[in-house]
């Protein structure tokens, strides 16, 4: 069976959001009619406390920075999807109602969460794992935001535990910073994703 894993389509990650990522609210009405075609929709939701380890606000250093947390190196992000704010909500065109399972990520206060599966420690598992293999869901295809971080991590995660993964790129969008999209769909390529 066949899911469809719609990665951090939120207000934060659109244009005028607090991270926003070119064009990330021209995929919304593409993603939203694929929807149909899948046995299951899973959203995920990025949904940091306030003062979250991994704003640079935090850290008396600017945006887009890297700093070495106990897990590795982390990016320093504007704040942005503080849970219960504007910005952390679904972009409004999202269908969000078809979501089978919504995944909430990077609620812990001391370590970021990229992917759908795991912490960026790589061992805090968000659960996920668990409920697509229970449900038999183990085609998985990806699309969202950003291409070479959140999606790019968790269709990696996902590879690794097995499942059989796609990436539809044109329903993704970028970040694109310091060459990470090439270095992003490389790993996936070495990974044996599919990218379409």
């Known amino acids: 069976m066949r899911a469809l ?9 659109c244009p005028g959001g607090a991270l926003a990522v070119a064009g ?11 929807m149909a075609e899948f046995d299951a929709v899973i959203l995920t939701q ?17 945006a887009f920075s890297s700093i070495e947390m106990p897990y590795g190196p982390q990016v320093l992000w504007p704040d ?13 065109g ?24 795991f912490e ?11 409920y697509l293999k229970t449900r038999g869901l183990l085609d998985l295809t990806f699309v969202g935001l950003a291409t070479d971080y959140c999606v790019a ?18 329903l993704c969008r970028p970040i694109d910073m310091d060459g990470s999209l090439d270095l992003a769909l490389n790993e996936m390529t070495a990974a044996k994703v599919s990218l379409v």
């Open 5 to 13: 894993i719609v990665i951090d389509v939120q207000n934060d990650f």
């Open 24 to 34: 990330g609210d021209e995929i919304v009405a593409s993603i939203n009619e694929m």
């Open 46 to 62: 990025d949904w940091h406390p306030a003062g979250h380890s991994s704003f640079a606000s935090g850290h008396d250093m600017a």
């Open 80 to 92: 942005h999807c503080v849970q219960g704010s504007a910005g952390a909500a679904f972009h409004g």
């Open 94 to 117: 999202l269908a969000s109602h078809h979501a089978d399972l919504i995944i909430r990520k990077g609620y812990r206060s001391r370590i970021d969460s990229y992917s759908a599966f």
């Open 120 to 130: 960026n420690d790589q061992t805090t598992a968000t659960g996920l794992e668990g």
């Open 153 to 170: 991590y968790s269709a990696l995660d996902a590879a690794g535990l097995g499942f059989q993964v796609t990436v539809n790129t044109e």
